[in-house]
Nanobody
Framework: VQLVESGGGLVQPGGSLRLTCVAS?????????????LFWYRQAPGKERELVAG????????NYADSMKGRITISRDNAKKTVFLQMNSLKPEDSAVYYC??????????WGQGTQVTVSS
């Protein structure tokens, strides 16, 4: 079971990035993937990991951190076993390692290794 994030990098303030997280391995068949709630978290140096965005298994419900609301959009493609995080109007305080998380229950809770996002001029 593996979650692999990509799309991070260095961007200037006000810029955009699109993060991608692809799931592979059992139990991540396309059907199995669709029953997982998906999340993006981030962790900046010296700070606790915080929830950035979440999307329900059916895709009909999303939630966002107040600090990023209006600037980010989470979406999923179950056929491709992928979750996305579109981030716009990025600020230096958005710099962090971003992690994706797939969760069905406490026994089926998977994390990626993270992708670094740095917002700096």
């Amino acid at each position: 079971v593996q979650l692999v994030e990509s799309g991070g990098g260095l961007v200037q303030p006000g810029g955009s990035l699109r993060l991608t997280c692809v799931a592979s391995g059992f139990p991540f068949s396309s059907y199995d993937f669709s029953i997982y709630d998906l999340f993006w978290y981030r962790q900046a140096p010296g700070k606790e990991r915080e929830l950035v965005a979440g999307i329900s298994s059916a895709g009909g419900s999303t939630n966002y951190a107040d600090s990023m609301k209006g600037r980010i959009t989470i979406s999923r493609d179950n056929a491709k076993k992928t979750v996305f995080l579109q981030m716009n109007s990025l600020k230096p305080e958005d710099s962090a390692v971003y992690y994706c998380n797939a969760r069905y229950d406490s026994r089926n809770d998977y994390w990626g290794q993270g992708t670094q996002v740095t917002v700096s001029s």
